[in-house]
């Protein structure tokens, strides 16, 4: 396999440190209802997961879920999203985290996403947060300051490395809402103190006083506690790269002591129309607005795998129509396999494997799909490798629509048309189309 590893820049070869696979995936902050882009990501590292089983690797997944700690803005200021949730909604922040991890576990069912090993709570974790922060205090990458204790990243040598960040351009432009307190532009809270008279329900005693843990520090915690560092891959989207994937690896090497993870992938945002989603543009579509529409969870999976992960997606409804369209021609082609004997053709599926383990490039691997002929089994590893339902969508049809079928066929050669459309549509009443050949009817299912 072959992966592009942001750490390098490069397509490198796939090397796994050892017998299982370690794979870290920062998740979602639970406070919200998730919108389609959110799952642009969960659904390429899916397919990581998947091109990796099918290349015979044991894989171990982690999928955390930020339920504290995930301020509005990326520099350590504004309200914790879960809070500003609960405001929001009338309810405490506890009860926000439950309603949406129920809402994006369900959705990530429906999305046929494989279920992670562990699904790591960010509250759960409190202490293993605050024993890095002892441990990064101890090995001198911390100061303190009126609200919170800060990663001094002036410290850790290779800050600026894995994003290529120029310091001293942020350290420029970074006078307005600087925290004079702060020695760095790019220093970072690794845990926040509660002022006095400050709501924040979510609070726990560290050093003498409430407060709550940063951000990004979860993740190298939890890593830290369920896979143990350095990790194979660690992946996110794009907007990871310059600050949370920055400040993980910092924190991780201040704590620890290791180098947190080999491989790192990253995906590009999808935009709408031409345009970021956002609230101000009405285009912040969730699956249920794509369900009324007429469009399934597995329409819009077709709809992402359809590109690269590493290329800016603009969704549009005529597009997805197209690959719901692509979808249904490839189950009625599955549907003729329950009805002939269909042989694939020489290396069909090692050619499908081969494509998507190049980059996890599925654009290529479903150009592939649709030039070459797979007879049924090999039909049952391609919808594995996917995840997209192609054969529980499906099924054989009984023996009832059969005899159906053949009767059809019998009047279209006795050419009694009436009674042939008659029975055409008895099977369409019942979802199931035909598609007329000189070897008679081949049906599927039409929807
Ligand atoms: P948010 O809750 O808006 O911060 O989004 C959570 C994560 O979802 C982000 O960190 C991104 O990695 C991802 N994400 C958000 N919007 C998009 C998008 N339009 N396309 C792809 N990924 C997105
Ligand atoms: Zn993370």
């Known amino acids: 396999m072959k992966l592009y590893n ?6 490198e070869e796939f090397k796994p440190l050892g017998e299982v696979v370690k794979i870290y995936t920062c998740g979602p902050t639970v406070y919200s209802d998730p919108h389609i882009g959110n799952y642009a990501a969960y659904a390429y590292w899916d397919l990581l997961v998947r091109t990796l089983l099918a290349n015979g690797y044991a894989v171990k997944r982690v999928l955390n879920l930020t339920d504290v700690g995930h301020l509005v803005s990326d520099g350590d200021t504004g309200e914790d999203k879960l809070e500003k949730g609960a405001a929001r909604e009338g309810k405490s922040p506890y009860e926000v985290a439950e309603h949406y991890i129920k809402v994006y576990l369900d959705n990530y069912a429906k999305m046929e996403f494989l279920p992670a090993d ?6 759960d974790y ?3 947060d605050m024993q890095a922060v002892d441990l990064m205090t101890e090995h001198g990458f911390t100061y303190e300051t009126r609200d919170g204790v800060y990663f001094d990243t002036s410290k850790f040598e290779k800050y600026a490395e894995f994003a290529r960040l120029d310091l001293e351009g942020l350290q420029a432009g970074a006078r307005v809402g600087f925290s004079s307190e702060k020695r760095n532009a790019s220093d970072f809270a690794v845990w926040k103190f509660i002022q006095p008279g400050e709501k924040h329900a979510m609070r726990w005693d560290y050093l003498g006083r409430p407060g709550y ?17 350095p990790i194979d891959i ?3 989207g794009i907007d990871h790269i310059p600050v949370h994937h920055t400040n993980e690896i910092a924190q991780s090497f201040a704590a620890y002591g290791h180098e947190l993870s080999r ?8 935009t709408i129309d031409g ?8 285009n912040v579509y969730t699956l249920e607005d794509l369900a009324e529409r007429g469009f399934s969870p597995m329409d819009y999976k077709m709809w992402l795998l359809s590109g690269h992960y590493q290329g800016t997606r603009n969704f549009t409804f005529e597009s997805l129509a197209g690959a719901q369209a692509r979808r249904l021609a490839w189950r009625a082609r599955i549907a003729e396999c329950y009805q002939r004997d269909v042989v694939s053709d020489t290396d069909a599926y090692d050619k499908v494997l081969a494509a998507v383990s190049n980059n996890l490039n599925s654009a290529e691997a479903f150009a592939v799909v649709d030039s070459v002929v797979l007879g049924l089994e090999d039909w049952r590893k391609v919808d594995e490798l996917f995840g997209l339902r192609l054969m529980a969508d499906t099924p054989d049809v009984s023996d009832d629509v059969y005899a159906l079928i053949r009767e059809r066929d019998t009047a279209r050669a006795e050419k009694d048309y009436a009674k042939s459309d008659e029975l055409r549509d ?12 000189p070897g008679g009817a081949v049906w599927y299912y039409n929807s």
């Open 6 to 11: 942001t750490a390098s820049r490069k397509l």
């Open 118 to 123: 562990v699904i790591a709570r960010a509250t």
């Open 126 to 128: 409190i202490e293993a």
């Open 213 to 229: 843990p940063g951000w990004h520090l979860e993740c190298s915690t939890i890593i830290h506690e369920t896979l143990g560092e």
């Open 234 to 236: 660690h992946t996110g």
């Open 263 to 270: 491989y790192w992938l990253h995906c590009d945002f999808i």
């Open 275 to 282: 345009q970021k989603i956002s609230k101000s543009l009405g």
């Open 426 to 437: 008895k099977l369409l009443a019942q979802g199931i189309a035909l598609n007329d050949t």
